[in-house]
């Protein structure tokens, strides 16, 4: 999300700019009809000559500057929005080429077709190719503390994505995208921070989210997103405020999953990760329904004691090669202002330390045994004091 931030705010710069323009013409215009209704009658005649050859040269002045601004709109379109793009990439690095472009500076819509971005920075690198990206800005809102942006749409996405080290430029002006639309959107993602996965190629099918609000992006996405694609050649789904993925091999990918997760060997994973409906309530609830089936159990080698290991092996093999676990955890809403990757949220560690509770809980061990499952400090007081979840 971060890269979509990125690009949306670095583009509504260039309508902002032409508003800020129209502005001007505006203000000069209403403050020089004050003027005369105020002032122009009071002067006698060789005052009032001067005041009207003011009046006329500052009208024909505000004329030719909204002449110019109809000009470059309608015949030198593409040119200008090329000297506005290379102004952006002086400002935030950010490199917008395209091959061809459509649209209107004044109402706010941009269409660009065979688009490259690209961005080499502390942060963020970004390269990226695009068949089709349109943007449509309502020029009768910019007054609103959110940018209000009717639609961003993107077709034909190519290309690799890298999150680094080092901060991101802020974006100077939260705004509001009443309808997100990717098609057809194919990219080598890598994180080489801490994400529980550092590189993951994935592709949206299709990806539909009204709204997205800058301040609250991953809220949103999490959500309000209706999908359908896949990673790593897994596929995954979303609507309805739930995401869902099936069949994913755990592999030696286990120890991921907590404590519990070093026990596990082989097998799959049917996920369904849901949020609440209202997503301005002080925290944020999230379902979980968990699917774990063809696997086996084996103790690590660090479990220590063979018979308590045992016993721990045991109760795991107990719930049998295929069963269900339902969990549920919060997070609190002002987390997620702000943040625009799963990281930053600690949602992965408040998934899996419900996980490991529900976990602890269903297997019914001593406190003992559930030390020699890999369990912390922190959960066994979770258990004891009955905070364990719904499962």
Known sequence: MESL????????????????????????????????????????AWPLRWWRRLVWTTIGGLGFMLAGLVFIDLLLFAPALRIALDQIELRSGLDVGFHSATGSLLMGRLELHEVTLRRSSSGLDISLTAQELSLDVDMLQLYRSALPITLVRAVGVRGTIVRRDGGL????????????????????????????????????????????????????????????GSARGYSFGAGGHAWQARGIPIGPAAHKLGAAGRWIRGG??????????????ESVPFAVDVRLHD????????????????????????????????FEFELPRER??????????????????????????KLELSKEELRVLGLGSRVLEKLTSGAAPRN
């Open 268 to 281: 799959d994973l049917d996920l369904t990760l849901r949020c609440g409906a209202d997503r301005d309530a």
């Open 169 to 228: 430029p802020a974006v100077t002006r939260p705004f509001v995208i009443d309808r997100l639309e990717l098609e057809d959107v194919q990219i080598d993602f890598e994180d080489t921070i801490n994400a529980p996965f550092r590189s993951l190629p994935i592709v949206f099918t299709s990806l539909k989210l009204s709204p997205l609000r800058s301040d609250f992006v991953m809220l949103d996405a999490l959500c309000g997103s209706e999908a359908s």
């Open 295 to 326: 696997f086996k159990i084996a103790p690590p080698g660090d479990s220590g004691r063979h018979a308590a290991a045992s016993q721990v092996a045991n109760a795991l093999a107990g719930l049998g090669p295929d069963f269900s676990l339902h």
């Open 336 to 361: 997620f202002r702000g943040a625009s990757n799963v990281g930053q949220l600690g949602l992965w560690e408040g998934g899996i330390l419900a996980w490991n509770l529900a976990i602890g809980a």
């Open 5 to 44: 931030l990125l690009v949306v705010a670095e583009l509504v710069s260039v309508p902002r700019l032409v508003a800020l323009a129209l502005l001007v013409v505006l203000i000069a215009a209403a403050a020089l009809f004050v003027g005369h209704l105020a002032v122009g009658r009071q002067l006698h």
